[in-house]
C-alpha cells in the first residue's frame, strides 16, 4: 500500500511543484538574458538596475522556497486533518504509511525545488563574473579551473565537501518536513485556534533549531585565522554536527508524530 500511497501522492502534487518552480526558471531565464545583453555593459556601471534585479531575482528565490514549504504544510493538514481526514484514516493502511508516503514525495520536492534554485545561482553568477570581471567572453571552463585549485591549495577536498553538503542537504530535508509535521499535529491538542497554535509551535521548534545550531557552529569560528585552523576539518565539523543534530531532531520529530497519530488523532 505504501507504493500507491506515493503515487497517489506523487500525482497529487507534481502540478503544482512544476508551476512553483517556473517562477525560478523564468526569472533565472530573465536574468541571464539581461546580464548578458549588449546595454548591460553600459549600465553595469549604474548600480541601480542592478540592484532593483537581484532584489527581485532574491526575492523570487524566498518567495519559491516558501512557498513549496508553505503548500507541503497545508497538504498535510488537510489531507489528514480536515474532512479528508475521516476518509484517510479510514483506509487500510498505517499511520506510519500514510507519513512515510507524505514525507518521501514532499521531501523530494524540497529537493528538486532546491537543485533548481542551485542551477539557477550558478547560471546567473557566471555572466555576473563576466560583467564585473569585464570579461564578455568568460566561459564556465575558464573559473572551474582555477576554483579547484584553489580549494585544493587550501587543504578542500572538492568531492568529500560535495558528498558531506549531500548528505547534510538530505538529512536537513526530511528534518525540516518532519518540524512542520511535528508542528501540524501538536496543533492540533489547542481547543481553539489549531492552525495558530501549529504556527507557534513550528516557530517554536524553529528558534530552538537555530540555537542548537549556532551553538554547534560558532566554536568552530574561534579556530578561523589561528595556526591550527584548517578549512577541511573546519567545514568537514560543521556539515557532520549540523547532520548529527538534523537526524536527531527528525526522529524525534518523526517519533512525536506518529504518537500524536496513534493515540491523540483529533479531526475536529
Known amino acids: 500500500m505504501l507504493r500507491k500511497l ?14 512553483i518552480n517556473a ?15 549588449a546595454d548591460t555593459w553600459h549600465i553595469a556601471g549604474k548600480s541601480m538596475p542592478m540592484v532593483i534585479l537581484f532584489m527581485l531575482y532574491y526575492m523570487t528565490i524566498i518567495g519559491v522556497s516558501f512557498a513549496m514549504s508553505v503548500y507541503m504544510a497545508i497538504r498535510f493538514y ?16 498505517t499511520k506510519r504509511q500514510l507519513v512515510l508516503s507524505k514525507l518521501l514525495v514532499h521531501a ?4 528538486i525545488t532546491q537543485v533548481l534554485l ?11 563574473f563576466a560583467v564585473v570581471l569585464d570579461m564578455p567572453y568568460l566561459f564556465l571552463n575558464h573559473i572551474v579551473p582555477d576554483l579547484l585549485e584553489m580549494l585544493d591549495s587550501a587543504g ?3 568531492s568529500a565537501m560535495v558528498l558531506l553538503s549531500l548528505i547534510s542537504n ?13 508542528a501540524i499535529v501538536l496543533g492540533q491538542t489547542f481547543h481553539r485556534h489549531k492552525v495558530m497554535g501549529s504556527i507557534l509551535c513550528y516557530i517554536g521548534f524553529y528558534c530552538m533549531t537555530q540555537t542548537f545550531t549556532s551553538m554547534l557552529i560558532i566554536p568552530q569560528t574561534f579556530y578561523i585565522g589561528t595556526v591550527d585552523f584548517n578549512p577541511m576539518s573546519y567545514m568537514s ?6 547532520s548529527i543534530f538534523c537526524l536527531f531532531s527528525g526522529i524525534v520529530y518523526y517519533c512525536i508524530t506518529m504518537y500524536m497519530m496513534n493515540k491523540k488523532l483529533n479531526l475536529d
Open 237 to 242: 565539523h560543521i556539515l557532520t554536527s549540523v
Open 23 to 37: 517562477f525560478t526558471v523564468v526569472s533565472t531565464l530573465i536574468g541571464m538574458v539581461v546580464l548578458k545583453s
Open 170 to 182: 538530505v538529512v536537513g530535508l526530511f528534518s525540516g518536513t518532519l518540524t512542520m509535521y511535528c
Open 108 to 111: 523530494l520536492c524540497q529537493f
Open 156 to 158: 578542500i577536498s572538492v
Open 78 to 93: 488537510r489531507n489528514l486533518y480536515t474532512d479528508e481526514g475521516y476518509l484517510m484514516h479510514t483506509l487500510p493502511v
Open 118 to 128: 542551485l542551477i539557477s545561482v550558478i547560471l546567473l553568477l557566471f555572466p555576473l
Open 6 to 19: 506515493l503515487k497517489y501522492e506523487w500525482k497529487a502534487v507534481w502540478k503544482v511543484l512544476v508551476i
